[in-house]
Nanobody, 116 residues
């Protein structure tokens, strides 16, 4: 069973920064894709950013230029650096992992709250 352990959430004022981390219990050699989703109260979960083992990244339009996703394959860890945070970035952020076999895993989530 793959485990994803997230950390780094918290409360920050608008314009501030946070860095999320997610450590996976599976080798990066088995991992095709890692990413971050978020879910705001009353809204559907949405993909924020993703990164392949080779380093190709994808961002949703609303975070482009403010968020940066990166990964350390040696440590099986993915990061999300969030700058210029806005109140609309508030939500529970979930780490995700997809293996080369097409199996998806998700973390327990970490709360990010941006105050105006």
């Amino acid at each position: 069973q793959v485990q994803l352990v997230e950390s780094g959430g918290g409360l920050v004022q608008a314009g501030g920064s946070l860095r999320l981390s997610c450590a996976a219990s599976v080798s990066s050699s088995r991992t095709l894709l890692m990413g971050w989703y978020r879910q705001a109260p009353g809204k559907q979960r949405e993909l924020v950013a993703s990164i392949t083992t080779g380093g190709s990244t994808h961002y949703r339009d609303s975070v482009q230029g403010r968020f940066t996703i990166s990964r350390d394959n040696a440590k099986n860890t993915v990061f999300l650096q969030m700058n210029s945070l806005k109140p609309e970035d508030t939500g529970v952020y979930y780490c995700s992992l997809t293996t080369y076999l097409g199996v998806d895993y998700g973390g327990q989530g970490t709360q990010v709250t941006v105050s105006s």
